[in-house]
């Protein structure tokens, strides 16, 4: 069988050292000696020479189970590649040039090894690729920082991330699923948070075309295994009459001794819109036209993953609301348009200009944020010794208060809200406001015979 030469190119190595390993050897000898080869090699260098060896180690398995040769006749070098649909189980090549040659052989053994790897792949190795895939599906990377606090939490210690996915059956991730459930006492809701990963992983690799289905999608869990979710008591997610009596009239005061604390007013407004802390801290004025506010941004938190697995956080105000349900037009009641005009005066009090563009709510020349607003509502609740509760608790007070007004349709409090779906409205905006001594007076008045 005829072997090209493969090592060196006939370019470098005279005749008389061809095919010879001691001719090779006194050829690089005499390069060396003539300080044409730097001998002390680098690190790029290296790699370099570790991937020129692969490409030759390659080239000289090939040509022992391959004639591979140069004919006078077509001027061509010629040789074979495997070929399982070819009678004899190969198929011919030829190219003009050896490197051409060289470069379709060594290509089709690194796709064949890669297409190996990638057969073998673990659900570790695959899922910085799932993870990169998945963020082009959404701009919220608060919700990417989730799913890899989720991988941290429930897959970067467990076994089977480094078993190959093609092994994996639906008999076992049923069960890994149900161990997880149980050992982390797992609710409906984050069973399923937990479970993206692996399940979407599955799918994507099926897409790929590495596994023939997803086995992840073919069982379902009993939903006796879930944890039951004990609803949330009413004191721990609304301000109650009094509560928020006494909460308005901190901030009133505050506002009477500290004129430029622009955050007390938006407390006091927030309680006639309810909206989202980052809806409220990115109003623009030109969003404040003839008694209607037209929500349509929001400040959102944003975080770059670093090169070390960290995340780093800042914050960014995004043309658009939480989902296209938060595009939405409230009516601006008086006592809030009242306040509205106050922030307005305040502003322009500070040289704080208040054209369309600016944003409402301004604090020593900047937006106020959703923390600075937040903060407010901690130091109220700790002064009032009640429960500590933020905005989003006055946002379900205020829902809570429109929907319980009979006159008011479900759809249009929903809309309100930013809401499409009834039973997350339901269950998530709709308390009972009364304190427990104004329960009993009712109940007395309801079933007393």
Same mark, same amino acid.
């Given at each position: 069988?005829?072997?090209?030469?493969?090592?060196?190119?006939?370019? !470098?190595?005279?005749?008389?050292?061809? !095919?010879?390993?001691?001719?090779?050897?006194?050829?690089?000898?005499? &390069?060396?000696?003539?300080?044409?080869?730097?001998?002390?090699?680098?690190?790029?260098?290296?790699?370099?020479?570790?991937?020129?060896?692969?490409?030759?180690?390659?080239?000289?398995?090939? /040509?022992?189970?391959?004639? /591979?040769?140069?004919?006078?006749?077509d001027r061509r070098w010629h040789s074979f590649l495997p070929d399982e649909n070819s009678p004899r189980k190969k198929k011919p090549i030829a190219k003009r040039k050896w490197e051409d040659l060289a470069d379709e052989i060594v290509a089709y053994y690194?796709?064949?090894?890669? =297409?190996?790897?990638?057969?073998?792949?673990?659900?570790?190795? !695959?899922?910085?690729?799932?993870?990169?895939?998945?963020?082009?599906?959404?701009?919220?990377?608060?919700?990417?920082?989730?799913?890899?606090?989720?991988?941290?939490?429930?897959?970067?210690? =467990?076994?089977?991330?480094?078993?190959?996915?093609?092994?994996?059956?639906?008999?076992?991730?049923?069960?890994?699923?149900?161990?997880?459930?149980?050992?982390?006492?797992?609710?409906?809701?984050?069973?399923?948070?937990?479970?993206?990963?692996?399940?979407?992983?599955?799918?994507?690799? &099926?897409?790929?075309?590495?596994?023939?289905?997803?086995?992840?999608?073919?069982?379902?869990?009993?939903?006796?295994?879930?944890?039951?979710?004990?609803?949330?008591?009413?004191?721990f997610e609304v301000f109650n009459e009094e509560e928020e009596h006494l909460l308005k009239e901190l901030a009133q005061k505050e506002f009477a001794e500290h004129p430029n604390r622009i955050a007390t007013l938006a407390v006091l407004i927030n309680f006639?819109?309810?909206?989202?802390?980052?809806?409220? &801290?990115?109003?623009?004025?030109?969003?404040?036209?003839?008694?209607?506010?037209?929500?349509?941004?929001?400040?959102?938190?944003?975080?770059?993953?670093?090169?070390?697995?960290?995340?780093?956080?800042?914050?960014?105000?995004?043309?658009?609301?939480?989902?296209?349900?938060?595009?939405? /037009?409230?009516?601006?009641?008086?006592?809030?348009?009242?306040?509205?005009?106050?922030?307005?005066?305040?502003?322009?009090?500070?040289?704080?200009?208040?054209?369309?563009?600016?944003?409402? !709510?301004?604090?020593?020349?900047?937006?106020?944020?959703?923390?600075s607003i937040n903060s407010h509502y901690e130091r109220y609740c700790k002064e009032l010794g009640i429960k500590k509760k933020g905005n989003h608790k006055a946002r379900k007070t205020t829902l809570t208060k429109i929907a319980d007004n009979p006159n008011?349709?479900?759809?249009?409090?929903?809309?309100?809200?930013?809401?499409?779906?009834?039973?997350?409205?339901?269950?998530?905006?709709?308390?009972?406001?009364?304190?427990?001594?104004?329960?009993?007076?009712?109940?007395?008045?309801?079933?007393?015979?």
């Open positions: 069988m005829e072997i090209v030469p493969s090592i060196m190119q006939e370019c !470098f190595i005279p005749i008389q050292y061809r !095919f010879s390993p001691e001719a090779i050897k006194n050829c690089l000898q005499e &390069v060396l000696s003539e300080g044409n080869i730097n001998s002390q090699v680098s690190a790029p260098a290296n790699n370099d020479y570790m991937t020129k060896k692969h490409r030759d180690d390659i080239i000289k398995k090939h /040509t022992e189970q391959y004639t /591979t040769k140069y004919y006078e006749s690194e796709a064949q090894e890669e =297409d190996t790897k990638r057969k073998r792949i673990t659900l570790r190795q !695959f899922y910085p690729e799932w993870f990169t895939y998945k963020w082009q599906d959404t701009n919220n990377s608060n919700y990417m920082k989730h799913i890899d606090g989720e991988w941290n939490r429930f897959y970067a210690d =467990d076994p089977i991330v480094d078993r190959p996915v093609v092994e994996l059956t639906a008999l076992e991730l049923k069960n890994w699923a149900r161990n997880k459930i149980i050992s982390c006492q797992m609710n409906k809701k984050q069973y399923y948070n937990m479970a993206v990963i692996i399940r979407q992983s599955l799918e994507y690799l &099926v897409e790929l075309g590495i596994l023939p289905t997803n086995h992840y999608a073919e069982f379902k869990i009993k939903a006796s295994l879930f944890t039951p979710t004990v609803p949330k008591d009413a004191e006639s819109l309810g909206l989202r802390v980052g809806e409220l &801290v990115a109003l623009k004025w030109k969003d404040l036209r003839d008694s209607y506010l037209y929500i349509r941004r929001m400040e959102q938190q944003q975080y770059e993953k670093l090169d070390n697995g960290k995340w780093k956080k800042h914050l960014e105000v995004v043309e658009h609301p939480k989902s296209d349900a938060g595009y939405r /037009t409230l009516y601006v009641v008086s006592s809030a348009m009242e306040l509205f005009n106050k922030v307005r005066d305040v502003n322009l009090q500070n040289g704080y200009s208040c054209d369309p563009e600016d944003y409402i !709510f301004m604090y020593r020349k900047h937006r106020l944020t959703a923390n008011i349709n479900l759809k249009d409090a929903m809309n309100w809200a930013g809401h499409r779906d009834v039973k997350t409205f339901i269950n998530h905006y709709c308390f009972s406001r009364y304190s427990d001594e104004q329960k009993r007076q009712e109940l007395e008045k309801t079933l007393n015979v």
